[in-house]
């Protein structure tokens, strides 16, 4: 079982440079969100797709753009890339129902802007 | 404002010690779930316990046991016997519960947890 595919692994970028990060669920999941993590500050939503169709912002949105490209994709990316950018991505899905199912996370993408 | 606070930052302990993790939610929604998810140093992320918040019983499940106390708002996360496979960030979260589906999970910013041979 693949669970939650995220692509690529590690990325170093140059400071104004495009990216964008690939997430891919096998799981039929409903939602889908964008995480980063940095040192001290655990996890902080970027944006979020509670279903196929619909993307809203989390509480750290600036800098980044994301598609709901169909029900398994949701990529994120990046238009111009600032140091501050500098983190691990986490893409999460859950199934949406009426007992909350726990997010399913990938295995994350280290991204290093320099 | 929905909030998690887990106050220990970082917690070292000798293996085969007891170890308890704290974790303090806010919260004004009556229906909510509380997750702890452990995050090794290899870095995914690896789902512990779902509690909903109308279920306050204690749950063990081997050397792990999670204490629900809604009157204090905790979920308290107590690792028996701490091994050093047992060192990892622990995050605990909160997901309250709105209508249509638009749920985000709230994390708080983990507990670095070191156990020493």
């Known amino acids: 079982n693949a669970g939650v595919t995220q692509t690529p692994k590690f990325q170093v970028l140059k400071t104004g440079q495009s990216m964008t990060l690939q997430c891919a669920q096998d799981?039929?999941?409903?939602?889908m969100y964008w995480y980063r993590q940095d040192p001290g500050m655990g996890l902080r939503l970027i944006y979020y797709?509670?279903?196929?169709?619909?993307?809203d912002k989390g509480e750290v949105p600036n800098g980044y753009n994301v598609s709901r490209l169909n029900k398994r994709e949701f990529s994120l990316r990046l238009e111009s890339a600032a140091p501050s950018q500098t983190s691990v991505y986490f893409c999460?899905?859950?199934?949406?129902?009426?007992?909350?199912?726990?997010?399913?996370f990938g295995d994350g993408t280290r991204l290093s802007i320099l | 404002a929905q909030k998690v606070t887990q106050a220990q930052t970082e917690i070292s302990v000798v293996e085969k010690e007891d170890v308890t993790l704290d974790c303090v939610y806010e919260?004004?929604?009556?229906?909510?779930?509380l997750f702890w998810y452990k995050q090794p140093p290899s870095g995914e992320l690896v789902f512990l316990i779902r509690?909903?918040?109308?279920?306050?019983q204690n749950e063990i499940s081997g050397r792990y046991s999670w204490n629900f106390q809604k009157s204090t708002s905790s979920f308290n996360f107590t690792i028996t016997a701490s091994q050093v496979v047992d060192s990892a960030v622990y995050f605990c979260?909160?997901?309250?519960?709105?209508?249509?589906?638009?749920?985000?999970?709230?994390f708080g910013k983990g507990t670095k947890l070191t156990v020493n041979p």
């Open positions: 999460a899905s859950r199934a949406w129902d009426r007992d909350a199912q726990p997010q399913h």
């Open positions: 799981m039929n999941h409903n939602s």
């Open positions: 797709s509670a279903s196929e169709g619909t993307t």
């Open positions: 919260t004004r929604d009556t229906t909510y779930y």
């Open positions: 509690r909903n918040s109308f279920d306050e």
């Open positions: 979260a909160l997901l309250p519960r709105t209508q249509g589906g638009s749920e985000k999970l709230v």
